[in-house]
Nanobody
């Protein structure tokens, strides 16, 4: 059974930076695409970024392109989301998710428990 554990959330001022970490266990890391999703209060969960571990291909939501970078350390079975130039509208619970076989984080098999990111104005 796969498990994903997020860490690195917190409170930051507008324009600040944070790095989120997603540690995966119980799954064959290279077979998955790992992504970050977020959900703000009163809003639907939305995809933020995704990395296909096997070939390193990435994709991003338009709202975070140029500000967020997703990467992986395959030796540590860990995916990172480096966030720069944070805005109040980035405030949300961020979830890590794993997708086996689809490659684009479209069919999620495992979710993490979430980590809160709050950006103050």
């Amino acid at each position: 059974e796969g498990q994903l554990v997020e860490s690195g959330g917190g409170l930051v001022h507008t324009g600040g930076s944070l790095r989120l970490n997603c540690a995966a266990s119980g799954l064959t890391f290279d077979d998955y695409a790992i992504g970050w999703f977020r959900q703000a209060p009163g809003k639907e969960r939305e995809a933020v970024a995704c990395i296909n571990i096997g070939d390193g291909k990435t994709n991003y939501a338009d709202s975070v392109k140029g500000r967020f970078i997703i990467s992986s350390d395959n030796a540590k079975n860990t995916v990172y989301l480096q966030m720069y130039s944070l805005k109040p509208e980035d405030t949300a619970v961020y979830y890590c998710a794993a997708d086996w076989g689809m490659g684009k984080c479209l069919g999620i098999d495992y979710w993490g428990q979430g980590t809160q990111v709050t950006v103050s104005s």
